[in-house]
């Protein structure tokens, strides 16, 4: 996938950890035009983890990722662009787009 993006003109930080983008994210924040993550994560979720990236920095767009359908995801993230997997490439392309505009 970091192959992928990066073909499509991201620079692209691979972070193990949810905690880890949070940090990254919140010393850097125009750094980053976007986070891409997994809802299940070692350490820190995804979900916990974009809800403290929003609250230090609510613009930046977040596309969550996961195997469960976006009904499970809490109410106040629903606003986060969900992309279901199985995905296709060009449905990543698509999800970036539209998180990105």
């Known amino acids: 996938m970091k192959e992928y993006l990066e073909h499509l003109g991201f620079e692209v930080e691979p972070v193990a950890d949810g905690s880890i983008a949070v ?26 983890a974009t809800q403290r990236i929003h609250e230090r920095v609510p613009d930046v767009p977040v ?20 992309l279901s997997k199985p995905f296709r490439l060009d449905a990543l392309a698509d999800v970036l787009d539209r998180a990105l505009s």
């Open 23 to 48: 940090e990254r994210l919140v010393s850097e924040p125009t750094r980053y035009a976007a986070v891409l993550m997994d809802v299940t994560m070692p350490g820190l979720g995804g979900v916990e």
């Open 63 to 82: 596309v969550l990722m996961s195997g469960f359908t976006s009904d499970a995801m809490p109410a106040e993230l629903r606003h986060v662009t969900f």
